[in-house]
């Protein structure tokens, strides 16, 4: 069985590794010279204490190679759509069944042997080209502090496995439901971007629980480097949040927002204030306006407003990563099942 299956693939495989090997020389040849770009840029701002500005000052690898980087988000749907939705639904197309599953070979059997290979050769595939782009995002994700950011988490770490094996199974399992290639490539690839939608959007944020840090309306307080912020904003002394106004000035040039205070929450002292205040221009950022302090600053102050910031720390990327995969093993996993439930009890 395991003879034939390479006879049946060896076009497939030959393709891929030669897609793979394609990526990872180009993938390593720029990963190197980004690489060394960084360490003498880290380098040159340690002797001369400048390194809070590298991120504003430095520009790493080609736009290009990180367009191709992103592209890679659809290679397991590709395995998916092309490999895996005809396992079933081009054998019983083509007629292959009724010779293939009247033999000593049970359906299970069969089923279990293509299956098993091409699940392996996903992950194995989905693995390496996450570690290409892993070890090639290394400096990037130094510099930008962006890996647990949606997309650059996709495409790192061990998630992108997880996403190869969904895929597949989706592909195998659409296409023992439905027997036919081309609704097994819809159904797969509507599946496969639906499922990744929802589980970025909707469930990732919710992994673990978020933290959520108050602070002073006159502090510069940032989350730490490489957060993930999921919302930000004030809070009055009740901690009801408080919803900015579309303009930061009216049309009378007097401010509608003081330190990302809405002026219409202010106590009537504060807005006492804030005629006096002057001008705010437009280019001047909401929440900004009160650095030299005095009385309207003093006010705010001791009306107990605070600033809030809610986020997922960077250093949980490898716990989010492995709950991801998990997620998506399981689900690969139940697709499956399905696939054998369907092969064995449906006939040929």
């Given at each position: 069985?395991?003879?034939?299956?390479?006879?049946?693939?060896?076009?497939?495989?030959?393709?891929?590794?030669?897609?793979?090997?394609?990526?990872?020389?180009?993938?390593?040849?720029?990963?190197?010279?980004?690489?060394?770009?960084?360490?003498?840029?880290?380098?040159?701002?340690?002797?001369?204490?400048?390194?809070?500005?590298?991120?504003?000052?430095?520009?790493?690898?080609?736009?290009?190679?990180?367009?191709?980087?992103?592209?890679?988000?659809?290679?397991?749907?590709?395995?998916?759509?092309?490999?895996?939705?005809?396992?079933?639904?081009?054998?019983?197309?083509?007629?292959?069944?009724?010779?293939?599953?009247?033999?000593?070979?049970?359906?299970?059997?069969?089923?279990?042997?293509?299956?098993?290979?091409?699940?392996?050769?996903?992950?194995?595939?989905?693995?390496?080209?996450?570690?290409?782009?892993?070890?090639?995002?290394?400096?990037?994700?130094?510099?930008?502090?962006?890996?647990?950011?949606?997309?650059?988490?996709?495409?790192?770490?061990?998630?992108?496995?997880?996403?190869?094996?969904?895929?597949?199974?989706?592909?195998?399992?659409?296409?023992?439901?439905?027997?036919?290639?081309?609704?097994?490539?819809?159904?797969?690839?509507?599946?496969?971007?639906?499922?990744?939608?929802?589980?970025?959007?909707?469930?990732?944020?919710?992994?673990?629980?978020?933290?959520?840090?108050?602070?002073?309306?006159?502090?510069?307080w940032r989350p730490p480097a490489g957060s993930w912020v999921?919302?930000?904003g004030v809070v009055d002394k009740s901690g009801q949040v408080?919803?900015a106004p579309d303009m930061v000035v009216n049309q009378n040039?007097?401010?509608?927002?003081?330190?990302?205070?809405?002026?219409?929450?202010?106590?009537?002292?504060?807005?006492?204030?804030?005629?006096?205040?002057?001008?705010?221009?437009?280019?001047?950022?909401?929440?900004?306006?009160?650095?030299?302090?005095?009385?309207?600053?003093?006010?705010?102050?001791?009306?107990?407003?605070?600033?809030?910031?809610?986020?997922?720390?960077?250093?949980?990327?490898?716990?989010?990563?492995?709950?991801?995969?998990?997620?998506?093993?399981?689900?690969?996993?139940?697709?499956?099942?399905?696939?054998?439930?369907?092969?064995?009890?449906?006939?040929?």
């Amino acid at each position: 069985m395991t003879w034939l299956l390479w006879r049946q693939y060896r076009l497939q495989a030959a393709i891929a590794a030669g897609l793979l090997a394609a990526f990872a020389l180009l993938l390593l040849v720029t990963g190197a010279q980004m690489a060394s770009q960084w360490h003498s840029a880290v380098s040159a701002c340690t002797a001369d204490h400048s390194c809070g500005s590298l991120a504003n000052s430095l520009s790493l690898g080609n736009h290009a190679v990180y367009d191709l980087t992103i592209f890679s988000l659809a290679v397991p749907g590709v395995i998916g759509l092309l490999i895996g939705a005809p396992v079933v639904a081009g054998e019983v197309e083509s007629g292959t069944v009724n010779f293939a599953w009247t033999q000593s070979v049970t359906r299970g059997r069969w089923l279990m042997a293509k299956a098993g290979w091409l699940l392996l050769a996903a992950a194995v595939w989905g693995g390496c080209v996450s570690a290409l782009v892993t070890w090639w995002s290394g400096p990037r994700n130094a510099l930008y502090g962006n890996a647990l950011q949606p997309n650059n988490f996709d495409m790192q770490g061990i998630v992108p496995v997880g996403y190869a094996l969904f895929g597949m199974a989706l592909g195998i399992a659409a296409g023992a439901l439905l027997r036919r290639t081309l609704p097994a490539i819809a159904v797969t690839l509507a599946g496969f971007v639906g499922v990744r939608v929802v589980v970025a959007q909707v469930f990732r944020a919710h992994y673990m629980t978020a933290v959520t840090t108050y602070y002073s309306v006159m502090s510069s307080w940032r989350p730490p480097a490489g957060s993930w912020v999921l919302g930000s904003g004030v809070v009055d002394k009740s901690g009801q949040v408080l919803a900015a106004p579309d303009m930061v000035v009216n049309q009378n040039g007097v401010p509608n927002v003081i330190a990302g205070i809405p002026v219409s929450d202010l106590p009537a002292a504060c807005k006492a204030l804030v005629a006096t205040f002057g001008k705010v221009t437009r280019a001047a950022p909401s929440g900004t306006g009160l650095q030299g302090g005095g009385p309207l600053a003093s006010c705010i102050q001791s009306a107990r407003f605070r600033q809030f910031a809610t986020y997922q720390p960077i250093s949980r990327f490898w716990a989010f990563q492995s709950i991801e995969t998990v997620i998506f093993l399981a689900v690969a996993a139940a697709l499956i099942g399905v696939a054998f439930a369907v092969i064995r009890r449906r006939d040929a």
